[in-house]
């Protein structure tokens, strides 16, 4: 298993760099342009000066090369300074930096993150909270009236989008009863129990839908996993051993249906740090979503090309992390 997890880190190197320079000569190739957005009385020659200052007078592998050096060297030093607040880890000198607010993009993913994780990381905690015993009880009790609420539930909540259950609780619950905030307020401190109150209001709405979009998946797919296991001889061999309905059930066939609901769950798991981009926009969260679609409109180039790569880094890692989880579940993976 070490052998195995080793050249599948050594592997996400050369793939992750050919992300990195895809993203980038795709960004390069954008019509969009940083200083589009600037006065049009501001003369050719300072125009120019500033593109220089930005970094975009260079040739676009020097700047590729660059980036490279500060995103895999110069900012994990400044992210791990801050994390341990040993300053002199932090490597000195220039910087990513946004284009739209002159910041280093660490420093603003950093400011973004809590909101993000608060938001789409409870959503998908209670959406798998909810989602594996629906799904386990639906497949062992499959017709019955539980089974047809838990699939028609879930068939709503995976077919309507975010971008229509949104507005439509903000329409009933915000304007019409009036309920819960319309706007997502980052800057609220939660340090009462009254503030964390509006907290919890605040956060109904937008969790909600993301809890019954991740739920509504899940649930198919552990719904799906169980009744073929169940179907399968060692089932009926583990009944006519004498093994109680609950071990057979809870032990034998829920260990075997988790290993394709683990690809699902561990596939999802980094959207939990990219956060949920129409839901974001829809409930004024400024979270990593949000940002990003920000800097996609302002041409912002090295928060796109950051925020791109950190997202393709987490899908690579739970990629490997799902498929050794694999040989947890069932002794008969093996990777060496």
Request: charged share 10%; aromatic share 14%.
């Given at each position: 298993m070490?052998?195995?997890?080793?050249?599948?880190?050594?592997?996400?190197?050369?793939?992750?760099?050919?992300?990195?320079?895809?993203?980038?000569?795709?960004?390069?190739?954008?019509?969009?342009?940083p200083?589009?957005?600037?006065?049009?009385?501001?003369?050719?020659?300072?125009?120019?000066?500033?593109?220089?200052?930005?970094?975009?007078?260079?040739?676009?592998?020097?700047r590729?090369?660059?980036?490279?050096?500060?995103?895999?060297v110069?900012?994990?030093?400044?992210?791990?300074?801050?994390?341990?607040?040993?300053?002199?880890?932090?490597?000195?000198?220039?910087?990513?930096?946004?284009?739209?607010?002159?910041?280093?993009?660490?420093?603003?993913?950093?400011q973004?993150?809590?909101?993000?994780?608060?938001?789409?990381?409870?959503?998908?905690?209670?959406?798998i909270?909810?989602?594996?015993?629906?799904?386990i009880?639906?497949?062992?009790?499959?017709?019955?009236?539980?089974?047809?609420?838990?699939?028609?539930?879930?068939?709503?909540?995976?077919?309507?989008?975010?971008?229509?259950?949104?507005?439509?609780?903000?329409?009933?619950?915000?304007?019409?009863?009036?309920?819960?905030?319309?706007?997502?307020?980052?800057?609220?401190?939660?340090?009462?129990?009254?503030?964390?109150?509006l907290?919890?209001?605040?956060?109904?709405?937008?969790?909600?839908?993301?809890?019954?979009?991740?739920?509504?998946?899940?649930?198919?797919?552990?719904?799906?996993?169980?009744?073929?296991?169940?179907?399968?001889?060692?089932?009926?061999?583990?009944?006519?051993?004498?093994?109680?309905?609950?071990?057979?059930?809870?032990?034998?066939?829920?260990?075997?249906?988790?290993?394709?609901?683990?690809?699902?769950?561990?596939?999802?798991?980094?959207?939990v740090?990219?956060?949920?981009?129409?839901?974001?926009?829809?409930?004024?969260v400024?979270?990593l979503?949000?940002?990003?679609?920000i800097a996609?409109?302002?041409?912002d180039?090295?928060?796109?090309?950051?925020?791109?790569?950190?997202?393709?880094?987490?899908?690579?890692?739970?990629?490997?992390?799902?498929d050794?989880?694999?040989?947890?579940?069932?002794?008969?993976?093996?990777?060496?």
């Amino acid at each position: 298993m070490f052998n195995y997890t080793l050249r599948r880190l050594l592997l996400a190197i050369p793939t992750l760099l050919f992300i990195a320079l895809t993203i980038f000569l795709l960004l390069e190739l954008s019509p969009g342009d940083p200083m589009s957005d600037m006065p049009l009385t501001i003369p050719p020659e300072v125009r120019e000066q500033m593109r220089i200052a930005l970094g975009l007078g260079e040739a676009w592998y020097i700047r590729f090369f660059k980036w490279l050096y500060l995103f895999s060297v110069v900012e994990p030093s400044h992210v791990l300074a801050n994390l341990t607040g040993i300053q002199s880890l932090a490597i000195e000198g220039q910087r990513i930096i946004s284009f739209q607010s002159r910041s280093p993009v660490a420093d603003i993913i950093a400011q973004r993150l809590p909101q993000t994780l608060w938001v789409v990381g409870l959503s998908y905690i209670f959406g798998i909270l909810l989602a594996l015993p629906i799904g386990i009880y639906s497949a062992y009790k499959q017709y019955s009236w539980f089974d047809q609420a838990g699939t028609f539930i879930s068939m709503v909540g995976f077919s309507l989008p975010t971008f229509f259950t949104g507005p439509l609780l903000i329409l009933i619950f915000s304007i019409w009863l009036g309920w819960f905030p319309i706007i997502y307020d980052t800057t609220l401190v939660v340090d009462s129990w009254y503030d964390f109150a509006l907290q919890l209001r605040q956060m109904a709405m937008p969790v909600f839908v993301l809890t019954l979009y991740n739920a509504a998946q899940i649930t198919r797919f552990m719904r799906a996993s169980m009744l073929d296991n169940m179907m399968q001889d060692y089932v009926r061999t583990a009944r006519a051993k004498g093994m109680t309905e609950r071990v057979t059930i809870l032990v034998h066939v829920l260990r075997n249906s988790m290993i394709p609901v683990v690809t699902v769950i561990a596939l999802g798991i980094p959207t939990v740090f990219t956060g949920a981009i129409i839901t974001e926009q829809v409930f004024r969260v400024n979270g990593l979503g949000q940002l990003l679609i920000i800097a996609i409109y302002a041409s912002d180039f090295p928060m796109v090309l950051t925020l791109s790569v950190v997202f393709a880094i987490l899908i690579v890692l739970f990629n490997l992390i799902a498929d050794i989880l694999y040989a947890v579940l069932d002794p008969r993976i093996r990777y060496d």
